[in-house]
């Protein structure tokens, strides 16, 4: 008997159209129980454990300033995965380049004083400063050079991060002005759904809230991407408890 023919697999790209970030998150903890790909990690944090993951998603929020932090509703029993006191002090992280001995690098260090890290042919490593601050550049060229331009880009992510033990999850965070008011359209290559995105996207938003400022115009929209989005399995029965699907079975 002839074996039966195994069909063949494609990417599920999800595309999430959510209100504010707290709808935002929630629309993704419901969908990645629906959509997720199990496996365990061969390389990276968390080695050896098992993730739910999306093949690729796009997160469309409308009104990111709405609602910042995730709603846990009262006696849910599931820790919150962040807090606007935790979010206030991100953005003060990401406006600085202050780091510690033990980080190779910070989202802040990228955004407003980024540095090459080299190996010499000693094989000596060493920083080169770039001399510039990525995100006031930014603002100066909206605010002097006009708006119809698709040349502001914050890059975070560099070639030499290749070589990192951790490499940054988010790569870029790229701008738009349309309609008179900034956009923020954001990749991450890996991204962690409940002790990650809560806490990124509010300090992102309240970035772009400063700079929306800086600039003159309205404070618009967030369109966050991932090939890497996912939940940890020991988040898998809080998400479950969070979307009310209590006998959900994950594919092993």
Same mark, same amino acid.
């Given at each position: @008997? ?14 999430? &159209?959510?209100f504010?970030? &707290? ?6 903890? &419901?969908?990645?129980? &629906? ?32 609602? #910042?932090?995730p ?6 029993g #599931?820790?919150?995965?962040?807090? =606007? !006191?935790y ?16 980080? $190779? ?12 890290r *080299?190996? $010499?042919?000693?094989?000596?490593? +060493? ?17 002097? !050079? ?9 890059e975070?992510? @560099? ?25 923020? *359209? *954001?990749?991450?290559?890996?991204? %962690?759904?409940? /002790?990650? @995105? ?5 300090? =992102? ?5 400063? =700079? ?5 115009? !309205? ?8 090939? /890497? ?12 408890? +969070?979307t ?6 994950? %594919?092993?």
């Amino acid at each position: @008997m002839e074996k039966e023919d195994k069909k063949e697999k494609f990417l599920t790209p999800v595309f999430i &159209d959510a209100f504010d970030l &707290d709808d935002a998150w929630y629309q993704c903890l &419901d969908k990645i129980l &629906d959509y997720g790909y199990v496996y365990k990690v061969e390389r990276g944090s968390y080695k050896g454990m098992r993730r739910l993951e999306f093949d690729y998603v796009v997160i469309r929020v409308r009104k990111p300033d709405h609602q #910042i932090i995730p709603i846990i509703p009262e006696g849910c029993g #599931i820790p919150a995965p962040t807090s =606007m !006191e935790y979010i206030q002090e991100y953005l003060n992280y990401l406006l600085t380049d202050q780091k510690t001995s033990s980080e $190779d690098y910070t989202y802040g260090e990228r955004l407003v004083n980024p540095k090459i890290r *080299i190996i $010499d042919e000693n094989n000596v490593e +060493r920083e080169i400063e770039c001399k510039i601050n990525p995100i006031q550049e930014v603002i100066r060229i909206y605010k002097t !050079e006009g708006f119809e331009t698709n040349q502001c880009t914050l890059e975070i992510g @560099m070639p030499t991060d290749i070589r990192l033990k951790d490499p940054p999850c988010c790569r870029l965070i790229d701008t738009r002005i349309r309609y008179g008011k900034l956009h923020f *359209i *954001i990749y991450f290559r890996s991204w %962690d759904l409940w /002790g990650g @995105m809560p806490s990124n996207l509010g300090g =992102m938003e309240l970035l772009k809230q400063y =700079m929306a400022s800086e600039i003159g115009v !309205e404070n618009g929209e967030i369109i966050a991407s991932s090939k /890497g989005l996912h939940l940890y399995e020991y988040c898998w029965e809080w998400a479950k408890q +969070r979307t009310r699907k209590y006998d959900l079975k994950i %594919d092993e």
